[in-house]
C-alpha cells in the first residue's frame, strides 16, 4: 500500500517527507520541519496523512481546512518574527488526491547558501534546525556561525591579516613551492617576480590597510608556522595517523602540525602524507605503457584529490580538524565542515563551490588536486575500474563534518597499458598477446601474475559480474587458449599461469 500511494502523490520511497495529520489546526512542529528541511536537502511535508512504517492512515483535509490552512501558512511564513525567510513560490503549496481524499502537500526546496540559516522566530541560535535520518534536530551555535560565514561571496580564506607580517609565512614552504611551480610552468612570467609580488600574484598575500604586505588567510594556512596559523584558527589542527589490530600499540606512525619539527601547514602536510598513502596502490612491474613502466594511474591521482578535497572545503573554524587514519587498507579522511551544494551535485561532481577556493587555485598551479571538490566521481570512477569497494562518504550535519572512506589495494587494470603487455623478458612467467584477449579476459590475466591464482569468485568480483555464469565462459575461454590452468577441485579450485 505504501508504494502504490507514494506513486500516486509522485513520491520516491527515500524522498524525504514529513506527514501529519493535521485535524486540530496547523501543527506548531511545521515550522522547524520547514527550517530543517531549507537547510538541509529539501523535502515535502503532507498535511492530512499519517505515516506508519508500511503503511500510511489517510484522513484527508476538507475545502474549509485547506483553505484556512493555506492561509495561515502563508501569513506565516511570511512574518519576519516567525520566519526569517520565505524560500516558496506559489506551486509549491499545492491541493494533491489520493482515494477520493484531498492532502495539502508543502514542497521545500534547500535553500541557497546566501539563504541559510532558514529559522524560526527571532533568534538564529534557538531556531535553526537540521535533518538527518533521525528527523529535525536544532543546530549548534557553530552550526549556525558556519551557515551564516558561507553566506559570503567573498571566501574567508581571501582575507588579509593585517596585523600578521609575511615572516608568519614559513619560507623554506614557500621555497619548496616555487621550486615545483617552476618545474610544472617553464617560461611563466611569475617566475621572475620577487617573494612578495609572487605571494601576492599567488592570493597568498595582499596590501593590508597601511600600504605593506600582509599574509592572507589563505597563504598562512597553506605556507604559515603551525603557531601562527593557530593565532588566527585556534582549533586548526592536521592529523596522520597508521594504526593497526596489535592490542598496546596505538599507531604504527604518526605526524601532526603541532609537532614542531616540521611548518605544520597545508602544503607540506599534503606531502607528508600522500607519499605514505601512494604507497599502498601497489602497481605490478608488468604494466608498461609505451615500453615504460607505468608507476602511477587514475587511483594515484584520486587519492590526492581526495586528500586536496579535505583540505579545500574544511572549516578551520571548525573543531577537531583534519584527520587521515590508514588502517590497514583502509584509509579514513575527515575534515570539519559540510558541502556548501546538494549531495546530488557533490556526487555528480562539477559544482564544487570550495569553500576556501584560493587554496583550490595555489594546489591547482602545482597540479595538486586540480579538479578539487569536483572530482567525487573521478574517485568513485577510479576505484570501480579497479573493482575495490565503492567509497564511501559520511556526511554528518549534526557533527559538521564530511568523512571519506576508502579501501585501497593492487592495481589490477591500466587503461592504456592492456595491448603493451608482452614486454615480460622473464621465463618464469607466461607470455601472451594481449590483442587475442578481451578486457575482461586482460583483467583476470593481470589478477594471475600479480597474485599467483584465482578463484572463480574473485575472477566473478573483478570482473564486475553479478553471477558466476559469465566468468565461467571466460574462465573457459582462457583454459581453451591454453593461457590459464586449473588447480584443486571443488570449492578449492583455482586458476593459474
Given amino acids: 500500500m ?5 506513486k500516486a502523490l509522485q513520491l520516491d520511497e527515500n524522498h524525504e517527507r514529513e506527514c501529519k495529520l493535521a485535524q ?19 523535502g515535502s511535508i503532507l498535511l492530512g496523512i499519517k505515516e506508519h512504517r508500511d503503511s ?35 506551486h509549491h503549496v499545492k491541493i494533491v488526491e489520493y482515494d477520493g481524499k484531498k492532502l495539502l502537500e508543502i514542497q521545500i526546496p534547500a535553500a541557497d547558501r546566501h539563504d541559510k540559516p532558514v529559522y524560526v522566530g527571532t533568534d538564529p541560535m534557538k531556531g535553526t534546525y537540521r535533518r538527518d535520518y533521525e528527523g529535525d534536530f536544532l543546530c549548534t551555535e557553530a552550526s549556525v556561525r558556519a551557515m551564516f560565514a558561507d553566506q559570503r561571496d567573498k571566501s574567508i580564506d581571501s582575507e588579509v591579516l593585517e596585523d600578521m607580517e609575511l615572516d608568519a609565512l614559513n619560507m623554506e614552504t614557500v621555497k619548496g613551492y616555487r621550486v615545483l ?17 609572487f605571494l601576492i600574484k599567488l592570493k597568498a598575500a595582499a596590501k593590508n590597510k597601511k600600504g605593506e604586505v600582509s599574509p592572507t588567510v589563505a597563504g598562512i594556512l597553506m605556507f604559515g608556522d603551525a603557531d601562527r596559523i593557530t593565532d588566527v584558527f585556534p582549533d586548526y589542527f592536521l592529523d596522520y595517523r597508521e594504526e593497526c589490530d596489535e592490542k598496546g600499540v596505538r599507531w604504527l606512525y604518526r605526524t601532526h602540525s603541532n609537532e ?8 607540506d602536510f599534503f606531502y607528508k602524507v600522500t607519499t605514505r598513502i601512494d604507497d599502498d596502490v601497489a602497481v605490478p612491474f608488468v604494466n608498461r605503457r609505451e615500453g615504460i613502466r607505468v608507476d602511477r594511474v587514475e587511483v594515484h591521482d584520486a587519492l590526492n584529490e581526495a586528500v586536496a578535497n579535505a583540505l579545500v572545503h574544511s572549516n578551520y573554524y ?38 576556501n577556493p584560493n587554496l583550490l587555485k595555489m594546489f591547482g598551479f602545482v597540479n595538486v588536486g586540480e579538479r578539487a571538490g569536483s572530482g567525487v566521481d573521478k574517485i568513485m570512477t577510479a576505484w570501480e575500474e579497479q573493482h575495490w569497494e565503492k567509497p564511501e562518504y559520511d556526511i554528518s550535519l549534526r557533527t559538521e563534518r564530511v568523512t571519506l572512506k576508502l579501501q585501497v589495494g593492487q592495481i589490477v587494470y591500466i587503461p592504456g597499458a592492456a595491448d603493451l603487455r608482452k614486454d615480460m623478458v622473464n621465463e ?17 590475466m593481470d589478477y594471475i601474475k600479480a597474485h599467483t591464482e584465482i578463484s572463480m569468485g574473485k ?8 553471477t558466476k555464469s559469465a566468468t565461467r565462459k571466460i574462465i573457459g575461454k582462457l583454459l581453451d587458449k591454453g593461457y590459464i590452468k586449473k588447480v584443486g577441485s571443488g570449492p578449492k579450485t583455482r586458476y593459474r599461469l
Avoid at 484522513?59 to 516558496?88: A, C, M, P, T
Avoid at 618464469?428 to 583476470?444: F, G, N, Q, R, V
Fill in 459 to 466: 575472477a566473478t568480483d573483478i570482473c564486475g559480474y553479478k
Fill in 260 to 267: 614542531g619539527d616540521w611548518s605544520g601547514n597545508l602544503f
Fill in 2 to 6: 505504501k508504494k502504490q500511494v507514494l
Fill in 24 to 42: 486540530g489546526g496547523l501543527p506548531e512542529s511545521i515550522w522547524e520541519t520547514y527550517s530543517a528541511f531549507a537547510n538541509t536537502e529539501g
Fill in 318 to 355: 571548525g573543531r577537531r580538524g583534519i584527520v587521515i587514519i590508514k588502517h590497514g587498507k583502509e584509509i579514513t579522511i575527515s575534515n570539519p565542515g559540510t558541502i556548501r551544494i546538494t549531495k546530488e551535485e557533490f556526487y555528480a561532481g562539477g559544482n564544487s563551490d570550495p569553500r
Fill in 181 to 197: 611551480f617552476e618545474q610544472l610552468h617553464e617560461g611563466h612570467p611569475w617566475n621572475k617576480l620577487m617573494k612578495d609580488e
Fill in 428 to 444: 618464469s612467467m607466461y607470455e601472451y598477446d594481449a590483442k587475442d584477449l578481451t578486457d575482461k579476459e586482460l583483467i583476470i
Fill in 56 to 90: 500510511f492512515t489517510i484522513q484527508g483535509l476538507s475545502e474549509k481546512q485547506i483553505i484556512k490552512y493555506q492561509k495561515n501558512f502563508w501569513s506565516v511564513l511570511n512574518d519576519r518574527n516567525k520566519i526569517s525567510r520565505n524560500i516558496l513560490l506559489n
